[in-house]
Each structure stands twice: as structure tokens, then as C-alpha cells.
């Protein structure tokens, strides 16, 4: 068992937060670890599900085809150990730097299915049956056949 260190940073290098983790522990409770920790006094703390850590790419790696920095290792894997994660070879101090950022608020999946099965149920007559109210200048009628309730009779005697 040992204790490692880390220099949480935000994306332009800023340092946020300094943990000292047994090795033992794993992502998932390193996020934990940021979410409990005061950081810098700007720095708010960040959920845990709103967390994206990341290991930045060794500095001479090298650029993508269009010319932006290779991309670090994202951390998506909370189960994973500490001692397990592999940081560039260039880190000559014993204090290791992982990247943070916050994803913002995250929405459930049965959220996103039940508006994206109702709205439409609910939006669509909205349009039908009040079209007065969404287009006031409009004087458009819907076809005697459209209408809804109403028996229709083409042969009237």
C-alpha cells in the first residue's frame, strides 16, 4: 500500500484541488474524494456524476491530423485502482496531474424517454386544435373532414 498524490487541474491548468489517496482506492473514489474536499476557494464542488477526469497526454505527444493536441486517457472507469492507472513516464515528481471537468447537470434516461414519447402527444394538438392561439393573424379553417367529434355526412337530402 502506498499514497500517491495528485494535482487536480481544470482544462487551462489551473490548480483545483491537491489529494494525497492510498493507491488502493479506486476512480470512483477519488471523485468522491474531489467532491468532499474544499479545493481552492474558487472552485465549487463538483458531483461526482458530473465529473469527467481525465490524464493529459505526455507533453511531446503528438498532434492529430488537425493539428489540436493528442487527447488525454478519460478516467470512465470508476472500479478502477489508483495503482492501476497508468500516468505518463515523463512525471519525475512523485505528485501525478489529472484533468477535471464538469459536465454540468446530467438527465436521467427515463426523463429524456417520457418527453421524448409525451411531447409529441401533447405538442402536436396544440397545433391541431388551437391554431388561433399559436398563430393569431391566421384566418386558416380546417376542412369540414378534419373535424373531430362531429358525424360528417357528404349526401345531406
Given at each position: 500500500m502506498g499514497v500517491v498524490k495528485f494535482n487536480i487541474v481544470s482544462r487551462s491548468g489551473k490548480s483545483l484541488y491537491r489529494l494525497e489517496l492510498d493507491d488502493e482506492l479506486t476512480v470512483g473514489d477519488l471523485k468522491k474524494k474531489i467532491h468532499s474536499s474544499n479545493g481552492t476557494r474558487s472552485s465549487k464542488p463538483i458531483h461526482p456524476v458530473r465529473q469527467r477526469l481525465t490524464i493529459p497526454a505526455p507533453a511531446g505527444a503528438p498532434?492529430?491530423?488537425?493539428g489540436r493536441p493528442a487527447a488525454g486517457t478519460v478516467l470512465s472507469d470508476d472500479r478502477k485502482r489508483l495503482k492501476?492507472?497508468?500516468?505518463?513516464?515523463d512525471s519525475s515528481s512523485s505528485e501525478f496531474t489529472i484533468q477535471i471537468k464538469d459536465l454540468g447537470p446530467q438527465v436521467g434516461y427515463a426523463m429524456v424517454f417520457?418527453?421524448?414519447y409525451f411531447g409529441p402527444l401533447v405538442v402536436y394538438p396544440l397545433f391541431f386544435f388551437f391554431p388561433q392561439f399559436l398563430y393569431p393573424t391566421s384566418t386558416?379553417?380546417?376542412?369540414?373532414?378534419?373535424?373531430?367529434?362531429?358525424p360528417h355526412h357528404d349526401a345531406q337530402k
Open positions: 498532434h492529430g491530423k488537425d492501476d492507472l497508468h500516468f505518463p513516464s417520457f418527453w421524448e386558416f379553417k380546417h376542412a369540414s373532414s378534419w373535424r373531430v367529434g362531429k
